[in-house]
């Protein structure tokens, strides 16, 4: 057979080679195991939805299975993910195994998702629930009816007749339906999108009381060949005040039709063209009187909160609404009660529909004044549910006593949803923590619950958000809460206390980048989660989605309330204060958002700096080589670096790949200006320089010549260089000669007098380590051959990696090294030094995952 006796993965890499190699196959969609879309992608098309088109999703499989059975198991994992709301369906869904592979159109089975009363939150791959077997039956006669099967041997080439003809050319035979829970979001989209492109005078149609929202309905009730789809329904069609007809608006509104007798154009066509494809119009037949009757609630989206506020992008207030509905369920607006107590000018509210169960406070009164103007204009809020209250400082008896009475009823408390986006600040900065600045005057310190709260949740009434979490914990316990903010309260180190007090239950989440909210610098995620404040449950892991900042779905992401202590706690162990430094650490905490600012220097900064020496160089390398390998994203700003297990004990190739790593990364910033440098990777010979090295430190050290034996560290002697090598690949980087050997048994400088001098086993390097050596050689080589000549400069023998940069790359006039250097050797030289770092990189990173170093 084509694909007997292989695994999963190798099964679902050899399919998308044979029969997918023109498509893009490479794109992971949650736990859906295979995916297949265009290899050259549109732009998006706007924002969230209208990204690509995915082909096909599929379900895969290494034996000889039951087709129905592979796509049940399928349509459970995107139902129970809601894959099809995060991001467009695709054209086919497939199943294939080793012998076999099926398509069945997505349209075909597509309300199989909007099925009432179903349980999603079974395990897809259990084969005997009640909810497996259901769907099966419900999937077997359409299957049968609209299932291409294909065998990969006897149908080769069918089979690719059909992916060519068929899959290939479906980018667009997929549309969200349009419901209840949606034609909103789709409203304030179209506001952005479609409404610039009408050709109207729109002052002149709002004398005559026919609004942007009059065409959004006309092209609502369109189908997909944008005709009117509505001849029969004479209820809908009377309501409408504007038609779309030939390409264009006409007015329908008797009394007026003739002021606007002309047809109202489109500018671009293609404009509309394109962002209807993503929408099966009309809507749902079963939500069409409800659009109608409640036109009243699409109000332009149109007033952005002052200056200065945190204010929540639309695309998130739809993504978390959506969250909120899979939670809650479809009808959630008219069982549960709402609350944004911290609303700004009610942003977040936009496309909520039932006006008596929203609640909206905020502080400053002048936002409420907007919200009740927007009232008058037809906001969907209740004027005497938009209220001034101060939710850290106010006592609850100001409360509305509607408000009040669903607050002191315990059952009612329970359909309680504070829906939040609380204000982001904190009363440190990056300043505070280095030593140079203050903390922020009365960022929390104002408020009076402050006082109440510090004994219980500690540190962490630094963050408003969190007194926010609190208080409402305390006084509205049993409420369910959906909040936007950071997750330091999940893994953050300040929130140990808040953790122990704060007890919920997790329900589900995503995260987004952090610069997609309006006036928020920096690169780390917010997150929106919702948890059940009713069930006692200790923060430990929360999985949540991950989206771009385009709206599309990514993929997820972990967050761990429990941590292993820090890695400065198990650098810790080798602290070596006794003797002479080689180098210095400068101290952060060890998360992401701190790399950027911890380097190796060779002289005391203000910053309290740890001492790197003989003893500790390749625990320092690893500790350093951990920190950097990995380029720090917004998606993991706020991972911490972890106390590992003990496995990269033994592992003395990836100690020392680590300690290559260390030589030659940017953030090493040892400089022969502020020093002795006992940091040059080569002798003199192998570089060509013109006089002898002040220090041979690291060349001695890398050829066994010095102890690198570590200090006792939890009760046991560690010595990390005990290794044997029967073949070595590379011993010392290269393979030197005699010559450059004997030319390297120097004793060391003064300064390491008395150490220990005895001849150990040479340090073997991994092929990875030894490229990034042949790089960096022949970067000096080029740094001594140019510098020794150039008679505008004291040549510097001693040169470190950082005076080569600085050399060739020279200082702006406010000091800062430039980025590059108008000598294109250097550039080329430097560039390959760079490349072949980023591949021992890519070597270190799994290590640093199975040693514990981080948390996947």
């Not at 395990?123 to 049968?144: A, G, M, V, Y």
């Not at 080769?156 to 992916?163: G, R």
């Not at 959004?216 to 309501?239: H, M, P």
Request: some cysteine; charged content about 25%; proline content about 4%.
């Amino acid at each position: 057979m084509k694909y007997k006796n292989i695994r999963e993965e190798e099964l679902k890499n050899k399919v998308g080679a044979d029969w997918f190699a023109a498509f893009d196959t490479t794109e992971i969609l949650g736990n859906i195991d295979f995916t297949v879309f265009p290899k050259q992608r549109p732009l998006p098309f706007g924002e969230g939805w209208g990204g690509a088109t995915p082909l096909l999703w599929a379900e895969a499989k290494t034996g000889n299975f039951d087709i129905p059975a592979m796509f049940v198991q399928l349509i459970l994992t995107i139902g129970k993910a809601r894959t099809f709301d995060k991001t467009m369906p695709p054209a086919f869904l497939g199943a294939f195994d080793f012998k076999k592979i099926a398509f069945v159109p997505y349209i075909n089975v597509q309300d199989i998702f909007y099925l009432n009363d179903f349980n999603w939150n079974v395990t897809p791959s259990n084969h005997e629930t009640k909810e497996f077997q259901l769907i099966k039956t419900r999937i077997e006669s359409t299957l049968k009816q609209n299932t291409y099967v294909f065998e990969y041997e006897k149908d080769a080439k069918e089979l690719h007749t059909f992916i060519k003809n068929n899959v290939a050319k479906a980018t667009t035979s997929n549309k969200i339906k349009i419901d209840k829970n949606n034609f909103i979001p789709i409203y304030l989209r179209w506001l952005d999108v479609v409404k610039p492109i009408i050709d109207v005078n729109w002052d002149d149609l709002k004398k005559a009381n026919i609004l942007d929202s009059d065409f959004y309905l006309a092209d609502l009730f369109v189908d997909d060949k944008d005709t009117q789809a509505l001849e029969d329904d004479s209820t809908i069609r009377d309501n409408l005040f504007v038609v779309f007809q030939n390409q264009g608006y006409k007015i329908a509104k008797e009394n007026i039709k003739q002021m606007f007798d002309a047809t109202i154009n489109l500018k671009v066509k293609e404009t509309y063209l394109l962002f209807w494809k993503n929408y099966k119009r009309p809507p749902l037949k079963e939500f069409q009187d409800y659009i109608i009757e409640r036109r009243d609630l699409l109000v332009p989206q149109d007033i952005r909160e002052r200056k200065g506020a945190f204010f929540t992008p639309r695309k998130w207030v739809e993504l978390s609404q959506k969250y909120l509905t899979d939670y809650l369920g479809e009808n959630w607006q008219d069982d549960y009660y709402i609350w944004d107590c911290a609303a700004g000018t009610g942003n977040l509210l936009a496309g909520l529909t039932n006006k008596y169960n929203i609640y909206a406070s905020t502080l400053d009164q002048a936002d409420v004044s907007v919200v009740h103007e927007r009232i008058d204009h037809g906001a969907n809020l209740l004027k005497n549910h938009v209220f001034q209250f101060d939710f850290l400082n106010d006592d609850f008896s100001k409360l509305p006593q509607s408000l009040q009475d669903i607050i002191n009823d315990e059952e009612k408390r329970k359909k309680l949803v504070i829906y939040i986006n609380p204000p982001y600040a904190e009363a440190t900065s990056t300043k505070t923590v280095t030593g140079t600045g203050e903390n922020k005057s009365g960022v929390t310190t104002n408020f009076k619950i402050n006082e109440h709260l510090k004994p219980k949740i500690g540190a962490a009434t630094n963050e408003i958000f969190a007194l926010f979490m609190a208080n409402l914990y305390e006084k509205i316990p049993g409420c369910i809460l959906g909040q936007f903010s950071t997750l330091k309260f999940v893994n953050g180190s300040n929130f140990k206390k808040f953790k122990e007090y704060f007890l919920a239950d997790y329900i589900s989440g995503f995260i987004v980048p952090a610069e997609t909210f309006d006036n928020v610098k920096g690169k780390f995620p917010i997150g929106f989660t919702l948890w059940n404040t009713a069930i006692k449950t200790k923060i430990s892991t929360i999985s949540t989605d991950v989206y771009d900042k385009n709206g599309n779905y990514n993929s997820g992401k972990n967050f761990y309330g429990e941590l292993p202590v820090s890695l400065n706690k198990w650098f810790g162990l080798f602290e070596d204060e006794k003797e002479n430094h080689i180098g210095l650490f400068s101290f952060y905490p060890s998360d992401f958002q701190n790399n950027n600012k911890f380097s190796i220097l060779t002289k005391q900064q203000k910053r309290y700096c740890k001492k790197i020496t003989v003893k500790n160089l390749i625990s320092s390398s690893i500790y350093f080589s951990v920190r950097h390998c990995i380029t720090a994203t917004w998606l993991n700003d706020r991972d911490q670096f972890l106390y590992p297990n003990d496995g990269w004990q033994n592992d003395f190739e990836f100690q020392n790949d680590c300690l290559a790593f260390t030589l030659f990364n940017s953030q090493n910033k040892i400089t022969s200006q502020e020093g002795t440098n006992h940091w040059i990777p080569f002798t003199e010979q192998e570089v060509n320089a013109q006089a002898k090295f002040e220090s041979a430190f690291m060349t001695d050290f890398m050829k066994g010549k010095i102890s690198p034996a570590l200090p006792k560290g939890e009760g046991e002697q560690q010595t990390l260089f005990q290794q044997t090598a029967t073949t070595p690949t590379t011993l010392c980087h290269s393979e030197r000669s005699e010559e450059s050997h004997k030319s390297t048994t120097t004793v060391c400088d003064s300064s390491f007098v008395g150490m220990t001098k005895r001849e150990y086993n040479p340090l073997i390097f991994s092929p990875e380590a030894t490229a990034v050596f042949d790089a960096g050689r022949e970067l000096w080589k080029y740094y001594h051959q140019t510098a020794s000549q150039n008679r505008n400069v004291v040549y510097n023998v001693n040169a470190s990696l950082y005076d080569i940069r600085e050399y060739f790359q020279g200082r702006n006039d406010k000091g800062r090294m430039n980025s590059k250097s108008d000598d294109t050797r250097y550039m080329e030289l430097i560039g390959a030094l760079r490349s072949q770092l980023a591949v021992l990189a890519d070597k270190i990173k799994p290590k640093v995952y199975e040693y514990g170093f981080l948390k996947e």
